[in-house]
Structures are given as C-alpha cells and as structure tokens.
C-alpha cells in the first residue's frame, strides 16, 4: 500500500473510535459488568447511572475537550502537517474536542434523565425484551431526551443556545 492509504487509514480508526464511543454513548450500548449493578434498587441505580455519566462528561470536558483544544491550537501554531497527505495536524485532531463535546453532551443527557420515566412507566404497546434492564428501557430514554430536543427547538434566537466566545489574542 501506499504512503497516503495507510496514513489516512490511522486517521479514519481514530476519528471513527472516538466519534464511535459518543454514538455507543448516547445508545447505552457501552459494556459493563451488571453482576452488582443488577443487584441494586431501583433508587440506587439511577445514582449509580448519574455517577457514571458525571464522571464521563468531567473526563470529556477536561481531557478531550480542553485538552484537545489545547492539541488543536498548539498544531495548529506551529503549522505541522501530516507526512503523507499535507493535511493540517490541527484538522486530524480536531476530531478529539468535537468527540468530547459529544461525549459531555450525551453524558449531560443521561445525568438529566436519571429522572425520566422507567420501563415500568411505559404503556403496554412499547416493546421490550428481557436483555433490557427496567430501568434503562431505551423508549423511555429517547422519548425524554425528544422532549428535551423539542424544547429547543422552540428557542426563537439560536444566539442563545450557542453564545459566540472570542478566543483572545
């Protein structure tokens, strides 16, 4: 193969891993040892969720996002580029702040639907499985987090969602 396939390829696995673990985030599909969990009620497991997810969107805000923002703008200052393609190193690791937002965002969103309706709460039409923690029904989940999207979407000025910072100079 080629110099430029194989650099673009380690470029691809990185951005696909790390965009991949918001997405697997988002869906609750992250692995985990329930031996315990599983073990607890109801009230300590939606605790025990709200732990995780904190813990998840400090680690984002903090490594990925700061960190790699710091990553960006430091490449970016010293104008490395990439030995094969002469891509901008700041463009391939951009991947890593948008990543982390991400990942805080999802994590933000379990912490406040640690509250949202259980499976219990559900009517009888939704279907569920056994695999599928009470707890944790996906129905419920993104029902809640549609709301919240609703919500948003009825914000007239966009400007206050997403204020502009200026970076200073």
Same mark, same amino acid.
């Given at each position: 193969?080629?110099?430029?396939?194989?650099?673009?390829?380690?470029?691809? =696995?990185? !951005?696909?891993?790390?965009?991949?673990?918001?997405? @697997?985030?988002?869906? &609750? $599909?992250?692995?985990? *040892?329930?031996? +315990?969990?599983?073990?607890?009620?109801?009230?300590?497991?939606?605790?025990?969720?709200?732990?995780?997810?904190?813990?998840?969107?400090?680690?984002?805000?903090?490594?990925?996002?700061?960190?790699?923002?710091?990553?960006?703008?430091?490449?970016?200052?010293?104008?490395?580029?990439?030995?094969? =393609?002469? !891509?901008?190193?700041?463009?391939?690791?951009?991947? @890593?702040?948008?990543? &982390? $937002?991400?990942?805080? *965002?999802?994590? +933000?969103?379990?912490?406040?639907?640690?509250?949202?309706?259980?499976?219990?709460?559900?009517?009888?039409?939704?279907?569920?499985?056994?695999?599928?923690?009470?707890?944790?029904?996906?129905?419920?989940?993104?029902?809640?987090?549609?709301?919240?999207?609703?919500?948003?979407?009825?914000?007239?000025?966009?400007?206050?969602?997403?204020?502009?910072?200026?970076?200073?100079?």
């Amino acid at each position: 193969p080629s110099r430029w396939t194989e650099e673009l390829a380690g470029f691809q =696995l990185s !951005w696909v891993a790390l965009l991949g673990a918001a997405w @697997v985030l988002r869906e &609750g $599909a992250h692995p985990g *040892l329930d031996l +315990v969990y599983r073990q607890l009620g109801r009230g300590l497991r939606r605790g025990a969720d709200a732990l995780g997810a904190t813990l998840i969107a400090l680690f984002s805000v903090v490594v990925l996002v700061y960190g790699g923002l710091r990553l960006v703008f430091m490449t970016r200052d010293l104008g490395q580029r990439t030995a094969a =393609l002469d !891509w901008p190193m700041a463009a391939v690791y951009s991947v @890593v702040p948008v990543a &982390g $937002a991400l990942l805080t *965002l999802f994590a +933000v969103l379990l912490i406040a639907c640690s509250g949202a309706p259980t499976s219990e709460q559900l009517p009888d039409d939704v279907p569920m499985t056994d695999a599928e923690a009470p707890d944790a029904h996906p129905d419920a989940l993104h029902r809640y987090v549609g709301q919240l999207f609703l919500q948003v979407d009825q914000v007239d000025d966009p400007a206050l969602l997403f204020p502009v910072v200026k970076r200073g100079d």
